[in-house]
């Protein structure tokens, strides 16, 4: 018995799959381009503000000072406090307060504000597509689940899956689909990951309040409670936090934890209690959280380390989304995946385009979606440096405009030798602009990294470029239908 | 078919390698109808009827409720996209769409006690 599927099932499971990507793919390539390079985001904020002095070590006693800088001006305060601890990812210590996030230095005394514009467009729109964030959120959780069903169904219609197995053949008309298919087939695993996870984000309220209706008689907390462990319940007098006590308790209560923030729930209540979330080594979970009363006297944990499956599971799923665990490696790795699923939409769309067997606005007007993303992400970028100015409407605008100008122009091969030359001119053009604003912080640590990582862009950009040009060279026209 | 547009770019004919086509060709209503039909019943419809019948399955474990609300959570998405799949590829939509949109009725009246 084979356990291939059948021709009609393969024909039908190819029609699905071929209208569910149409559905999702210009939405998934937009998501999946922006989440390959924020993978980067830690990497991202220090490079757009290269001059915050950075430090590993901190003193618990300074920790306190930038606590109570914060408590003495309480319309800064907000429900909760987070005060995140420098890491190695992360070298900088911060505090999160009504007006922002605050970096605190390393003598205590809270500084200037965060500012990252440009990080938090890139994940603006790979969380929301710059949509309202409700809505946004959702949208792009759904096209994770949609994911899962191409996934599947991408499967089922490959019946030579064994057989092309290693199958590549860039020089034929099957280029398209061989690239699209094996980066598909081989990296199974990691999409599905992603796009489950990826629907969990947004889907979460959704399924809470199905949870809470149908087994909890509405009751919502009671499901976030059974999840994440519930808040313990303390009568205090709203007093200061023993932050510096909390902080020197840690070693002797979990010798292998790192502490990385530290949340005041409830901040200045009677009901105000602390949160150290500490990371462990070789661990997917985010953090174990180690909760404390106010006076600094050790309470319990949540459990997130070795408690329940799912509560384990749970709290994992946000490093295993983002790749933010076991350093940069685990970064590259996923670049690569997210990279690849990035082409896999693009490809996909290019595969449809192709079976038409004619052109219309839809095909310019594709490529220059395509390859006016990139050029709008590094515009942005260098508008942010150069000009210490960005805004989501000139990313967009820019997509539109390379949009109408492709359509103009209405030939595949120079729409993209045109975006990609330009797009690696604007990617050198904003290392120059970091180098010329940041000076010498601009060509050490993480800034030369990403910098270096940008002029490597820009030559593959333009390779990308110079070799799509010699396509105009060598075509002659050919009849499509 | 509709032919709405008969807008022809100019430059399209300084193109090298693709044969000319009217750039903007029309769209057919009742095929349009059919998709956004079926793009409403995969976004919508087979979400709510996954959300139910992955909660409904995963109680059938003998497990905590912490696993079992945790499994179902993940079960979902790929129950979602499966039932997609199945509406899509299916020869009678209308018979994937009932039976769909059936069970995730059933499973919301167990779930819900009625």
Redesign the interface.
Known sequence: MSLLPSVS?SK??L???G??GL?TGAALYFICLSGALAVFLPQFERWEQPDIPEYLSYSADNIEKAYLTALSKPEQLGHDMVIRLPTSDKPRATMYLQDGTHYINQDGSVSSLANHPFSELLVNLHLYLHLPKSFGMILV??C??????????GF?AHRRIRKDAFALRLNSSQRTADIHNRLSVWGTPFY?VI??TG??FG??A??NW??A???YDGDRSA?VE??YASAPLLEGIGEPVAISKILEAMPAIAPKATPFYITIEDINTPKQYVIVGASHENRLIYAEQYRFAPDGSYLDKAGFSDG????Q??FSTYQIHFGWFDGLAIQFIYLGFGLALTVISASGINIWLNKRK????I??AWEGILWGAPLAIASCAFTQIAFNWISVAECWLIILAATVCA????????IKSIFCFTTGLVLVATSIAHVAHFGADAIRGVSLGVNIAGLAAAAFMGWLGWRSSN??IK??????? | MLNIWSYR?D??S????????????GFNGVVLLRNLA??LF??VVC?VA???LS?LVTLIFP????????????L???L???????V????RTWIAAAAITTTGAVSACI??GI
């Open positions: 099932a039908k499971a029609h699905a799959h209208w569910l559905l959780s759904i994770g689940a949609i994911m899962c069903g191409l996934i599947i169904s089922v599905l796009a489950v629907a969990f889907l979460a959704w399924f199905i949870l209706e149908t087994l499901v059974e999840v329940e499956p799912g509560r599971v749970i004619y052109r219309d606005v095909n310019p359509i103009a122009i209405n030939n595949d091969s120079k396509d105009i075509a002659t026209p050919v009849a499509l239908k | 770019s430059k399209a300084r193109s090298v390698a693709q044969e000319q086509q009217p750039l903007f060709t079926l793009i995969t976004l979400g996954a959300t139910y909660i497990w905590l409720r912490v696993n079992q609300m945790v499994f179902a959570v993940m979902m998405p790929v979602w996209g499966s039932l997609a799949y199945w899509c590829a299916a020869e779930l819900h």
